[in-house]
């Protein structure tokens, strides 16, 4: 099946400790990104990528990193130095349009629980 | 600046009654991108409709309509018939022309619908 495959569903991280949640997407898609969702907020964008090896802070970049080595992946570390990391973490995808194409659909994947205990 | 305004924070409503649900936008684009998308409790966005600035030709998918109104800003989803299986939160979101950090998904903060049997 195509889609955007992300892991764990659930993870629990303890004070000062890193972790990092995994983002698939057999789509060939080029564009992927991460975003943040808290209780009765809208997404707001950590990261995004257009291209291999290369990629972006959004509005909440802070606290967080990601790699973009291989096309089809797009991983979020969760560093200690994000002080309020529990969240609900979306990863996304889409095409990279210009011009006319550049309202391209942006497609989500199935969600992270990231609880601080 | 961006700006999605979703006013109805949580609707309830009885089965096989018709709901709309509100969505205003505020952007300095002349072309710009609107989308909806659905949250069911599992927590996935599932995309529902995008609708280009420069279309504002209203939508009917089954149940499902759109209205596109550029003169009040507003892009409004409507249910008819609501089954207990559209009972979710609902995202209205807008996208700037171009890639990138100017072409990011702006959400509003959602619209919790239930519908009870």
């Known amino acids: 099946d195509g889609g955007i495959t992300q892991s764990p569903k659930y993870l629990f991280r303890k004070e000062g400790q890193n972790v990092t949640l995994s983002c698939e997407q057999n789509?060939?898609?080029?564009?992927m990104y991460w975003y943040r969702q808290d209780p009765g907020q809208g997404l707001r964008l950590i990261y995004y990528s257009q291209i291999v090896n290369d990629f972006q802070k959004g509005d909440i970049a802070e606290g967080y990193s990601v790699s973009r080595e291989k096309k089809e992946s797009f991983p979020l570390t969760v560093t200690s130095a994000q002080k309020n990391p529990t969240a609900f973490y979306l990863c996304?995808?889409?095409?990279?349009?210009?011009?006319?194409?550049?309202?391209?659909?942006?497609?989500f994947g199935e969600g992270s629980w990231l609880t601080v205990v | 600046a961006q700006k999605v305004t979703q006013a109805q924070t949580e609707i309830s409503v009885v089965e096989k009654e018709d709901v709309t649900l509100d969505c205003v936008y505020e952007?300095?684009?002349?072309?710009?991108?609107l989308f909806w998308y659905k949250q069911p409790p599992s927590g996935e966005l599932v995309f529902l409709i995008r609708?280009?600035?420069?279309?504002?030709q209203n939508e009917i998918s089954g149940r499902y309509s759109w209205n596109f109104q550029k003169s009040t800003s507003s892009f409004n989803f409507t249910i008819t018939a609501s089954q207990v299986v559209d009972s979710a939160v609902y995202f209205c979101a807008l996208k700037g022309p171009g890639g990138g950090s100017q072409g990011n998904l702006i959400f509003g903060k959602g619209t919790k619908l239930s519908v009870k049997p």
């Open positions: 996304a995808s889409s095409i990279v349009g210009r011009g006319s194409r550049s309202g391209n659909t942006i497609y």
């Open positions: 952007t300095r684009d002349t072309t710009y991108y």
């Open positions: 789509l060939n898609h080029d564009a």
């Open positions: 609708r280009n600035s420069f279309d504002e």
